[in-house]
């Protein structure tokens, strides 16, 4: 068990739908970072955020939008979903907002959209 | 932009060979340097880091060197085990570049360890 808890771990869901993944982070870590991970595009950084705070955006689309809670867990909320959005998502964390030490990450969410 | 450039597997070895995974980095500062591992049906897990030229990550009998003037940063093990079969990711963080947008992650290397 890394620290980092995803939850669900599998959904399948239909196009158009919406989905919230949630990610609570590695105790003491302030940062969280998500990840989707497909077998065409390989790992993609979405979007980062510290202590409830939007650090960095990377590949996210429009469709796609996140938080930080104040008790510091994170939610992906993915939109309008289409078959290509089919992949494994992942959280991160970290306890700086650095990246000096690596990350933490979860288990993952494994998102199938029929 | 920075990039992560490593072998595509999947590589195939038996038992007890020793083991080189390729890792090469573009980057605009001066970034840290991973190795991650990912098992079947699990996260990525921190294998070894190095945070500057010449440093040495180390870790379960894995060694990498963070090589500047190369721009590399390749995965060794002299003896592999069954054990060791997983996908490795080489990575980088480069905060110094000016951007903080996460790792940058290369493509992976399934590696297959036959008894």
């Known amino acids: 068990d890394s620290g980092v808890t995803q939850t669900p771990k599998h959904l399948i869901t239909a196009t158009g739908q919406r989905v919230t993944l949630r990610c609570s982070p590695r105790?003491?870590?302030?940062?969280v970072y998500w990840y989707q991970q497909s077998l065409d595009q390989g790992l993609q950084f979405l979007i980062q955020?510290?202590?409830?705070?939007?650090?960095a955006k990377g590949n996210i689309l429009e469709r796609f939008s996140a938080q930080q809670f104040p008790d510091l867990h994170s939610e992906l909320n993915l939109s309008s979903l289409e078959l290509g959005d089919s992949a494994l998502y992942f959280c991160?964390?970290?306890?700086?907002?650095?990246?000096?030490?690596?990350?933490?990450f979860g288990s993952g969410t494994r998102l199938t959209v029929v | 932009g920075d990039s992560v450039t490593q072998m595509e597997g999947p590589v195939t070895l038996s038992e007890e060979a020793f083991l080189t995974i390729n890792c090469t980095y573009t980057?605009?500062?001066?970034?840290?340097l991973f190795w991650y591992v990912q098992y079947p049906g699990e996260g990525l897990q921190l294998l070894l880091k190095a945070t500057k030229a010449d440093d040495k990550g180390s870790n379960k009998g894995f060694e990498a060197t963070y090589r500047k003037e190369t721009t590399s940063f390749h995965l060794e093990k002299g003896s592999v085990q069954v054990s060791d079969s997983a996908v490795y990711f080489c990575a980088l963080s480069d905060i110094s570049g000016g951007g903080a947008d996460g790792l940058t992650f290369g493509k992976g290397t399934h590696l297959i360890i036959q008894p």
């Open positions: 105790s003491g870590d302030l940062s």
């Open positions: 955020y510290y202590n409830g705070e939007e650090r």
């Open positions: 991160a964390s970290s306890v700086d907002e650095g990246l000096t030490y690596g990350y933490t």
């Open positions: 980057a605009t500062g001066y970034p840290s």
